[in-house]
């Protein structure tokens, strides 16, 4: 782990360890030829596999907004902290249970395991299926999940 991240430089309070670690793993799987910096095509890259559709006004405010050091590129504390100010507010079960409701429509508060890993990977985010299978792994004894098992397997705190 990094020191800055022991030292809290990068946590704000709602943001876990492994929120962190999905960032750091999007920076890393973006930055072309480990740079150590995105840019502006690898960062709108990144921000739809984070889920995020960002038009072109937007992907020039972001970088107004966190490209302190004026480089026209982002490293992974300005990225982060793009991100941290993305997600804060961010209410993971209003959001997934819109996705819920979608992948349950008969409301019976459950849906079976190997069709929501289905879905997931066949229309889902840009999130590669591996990710997916893995977190979902601790699940794998199951036939059908529920609404808070759905939540801690996306968003692993509950």
């Not at 069709?115 to 059908?144: C, W």
Request: glycine fraction near 8%; proline fraction near 3%; aromatic fraction near 10%.
């Amino acid at each position: 782990m990094d020191l800055a991240v022991k030292e809290g430089k990068y946590f704000k309070e709602d943001l876990s360890l492994e929120h962190f670690n999905r960032l750091k793993d999007a920076f890393n799987h973006h930055d072309q030829g480990e740079k150590g910096f995105l840019t502006k095509s690898e960062l709108r890259s990144c921000l739809r596999t984070l889920g995020h559709n960002p038009t072109e006004q937007e992907m020039w405010r972001f970088m107004a907004q966190v490209d302190v050091d004026h480089s026209g590129t982002l490293d992974f504390e300005e990225f982060f902290s793009l991100m941290s100010s993305m997600m804060s507010g961010w209410d993971p079960e209003s959001d997934l249970g819109a996705c819920w409701t979608v992948l349950d429509p008969a409301g019976r508060g459950k849906v079976k395991l190997k069709d929501l890993i289905y879905l997931l990977k066949t229309f889902g985010a840009m999130v590669p299926g591996d990710e997916i299978e893995e977190m979902f792994e601790e699940l794998d004894d199951i036939e059908e999940i529920d609404f808070n098992q759905f939540i801690e397997a996306v968003v692993g705190t509950r």
